[in-house]
């Protein structure tokens, strides 16, 4: 497996092990309290990972499936445009710039701790083995088409490191909120 593809692996770990110690400790009373109305709780922040990310999985799965079947291979190192270095940049923590969501990606009101956070675990596992999919193809060539929209369209290999800034975005703000004051303390 090419060095970017394992990096991929490495930062999928480490976002789980982030997401559990993030929640260790907590009932779904703190999990679920918003600073304010119009923020998100931790509940949301990591539901809507779940939710943007299982989303995406079939689009990785398209994109995977037609570079097979194109013979798209490949060893890296891989580069990608300015679009999609901006578009991941955007996506880095810590947050510069608020961006309102997109409905289909909307988390629930409330969640619980048993539920979301193995939801996550799963979720993040099913991204690992498209990662691992991926292994041999031109992550250049190979293209992704947005759930969102189909003009937005992003090389393999920059939307898996789309979707990884996007899931350390979303653990950075759920951090934010534990560090409120008036956060419910055990």
Request: glycine share 4%; hydrophobic share 45%.
């Amino acid at each position: 497996m090419n060095e970017e593809l394992q990096d991929c692996l490495r930062q999928i770990e480490a976002v789980q092990r982030d997401a559990q110690a993030l929640v260790a400790g907590l009932s779904d009373a703190p999990f679920n309290w918003r600073p304010e109305p119009g923020r998100w709780s931790v509940a949301q922040c990591l539901d809507h990972l779940n939710v943007a990310t299982a989303k995406t999985l079939p689009a990785f799965d398209r994109a995977i499936r037609d570079a097979r079947s194109r013979r798209l291979v490949a060893p890296g190192p891989f580069r990608y445009g300015w679009f999609a270095n901006w578009m991941v940049r955007s996506m880095e923590p810590p947050v510069k710039r608020r961006m309102r969501t997109v409905k289909i990606f909307t988390p629930a009101p409330e969640g619980s701790v048993a539920e979301v956070v193995p939801e996550f675990l799963r979720v993040c596992d099913q991204l690992a083995e498209r990662v691992r999919r991926a292994d041999g193809l031109d992550l250049t060539r190979a293209r992704v088409v947005s759930p969102v929209t189909r003009l937005l369209r992003m090389p393999l290999g920059a939307y898996f490191a789309f979707i990884l800034a996007h899931e350390r975005r979303h653990l950075w703000q759920a951090r934010q909120v534990r560090e409120t004051a008036g956060f419910p303390r055990a």
